[in-house]
């Protein structure tokens, strides 16, 4: 499975952004689709998850409210809409994806098989 992430950028504080990716490869494994982010000197966070029918979403608690996850089961992708950001938001996002089957989306990064190459999301004051 290959996950290709796209759509970060600078934008002010208060903005929005969107993040897609998409899943490629043997991606009818994949269960979980979800985006954790790292900033520099900080350890990998959670951001959001989705399970494969889009039933069940799970969101970090710095970004509840603000940010929303999608998912297009039959396209194999996976959209963070990011509004009101702030400058904390800013890090490199990652998307990843697991195959094993949840009915709540695992927040631990340890839990997630595939991960794509990033992509930085830069909030300016």
């Known amino acids: 499975v290959q996950l290709q992430a796209s759509g970060g950028g600078l934008v002010q504080a208060g903005g929005s952004l969107k993040l897609s990716c998409a899943a490629s490869?043997?991606?009818?494994?994949?269960?979980?689709m979800g985006w954790f982010r790292q900033a520099p000197g900080q350890e990998r966070e959670f951001v959001a998850a989705?399970?494969?029918?889009?039933?069940?979403?799970a969101y970090g608690d710095s970004v509840k409210g603000r940010f929303f996850i999608s998912r297009d089961s039959a396209e194999n992708t996976v959209t963070l809409q990011m509004t009101s950001l702030r400058p904390e938001d800013t890090a490199v996002y990652y998307c990843?994806?697991?195959?094993?089957?949840?009915?709540?989306?695992?927040?631990?990064?340890?839990?997630?098989?595939?991960w794509g190459q990033g992509t930085l999301v830069t909030v300016s004051s």
């Open positions: 989705i399970n494969r029918s889009g039933s069940n979403r």
């Open positions: 490869g043997r991606s009818a494994s994949i269960y979980v």
């Open positions: 990843a994806a697991e195959g094993v089957r949840r009915l709540i989306p695992a927040r631990l990064s340890s839990s997630y098989d595939y």
